[in-house]
């Protein structure tokens, strides 16, 4: 009897079970937002790993396609602009995911080519629109071996 009396409350939620609500979607969300913080962090240096990437492939189709110099070891310890890549028809403007809507700064953003004994290690350096991504990557860390671990957003 006691059980129907309740459901059939014309009067609404009581106080008390209002508070419960409110408890119960304090606990949820207290729980829900760091780990979308996680997520959307991860996204962001995911994206900037593979934005490094793609630059790096970029330098390396401008070396082979680049009908200036025969000698692909020209390229090597010279800074080679986002700029000069985009210019040159091997890559599109890239977007920054850090700042909604912006791109990465054309002029700072470069590529660097070095030799080493297995090969060639690419270091990109990313900037941002007027921010740089200082320490975004670690000096003379092949674009190819980031890890999330070397990437910190400003």
Partial sequence: MKITK????PNG???LELLAVVVILGIISA?????????IENTKKDTHISNAIQ???AAK??????????????FLDIPITLETLISEGHIYPVKDPSINGAYYDQENTT????????????IVKLVGNGLAIENAYTPNKDAYTLKREDITIP
């Fill in 6 to 9: 309740l459901i059939r409350n």
């Fill in 13 to 15: 939620l009581t106080l």
């Fill in 31 to 39: 729980i829900a937002v760091p780990t979308f913080s996680k997520i």
């Fill in 55 to 57: 630059i790096a492939e």
């Fill in 61 to 74: 189709m401008l070396v082979n396609t680049n009908t200036k110099s025969s000698d692909p070891e020209s």
């Fill in 111 to 122: 590529v660097e080519i070095s030799k080493i004994s297995s090969g060639y290690q690419y």
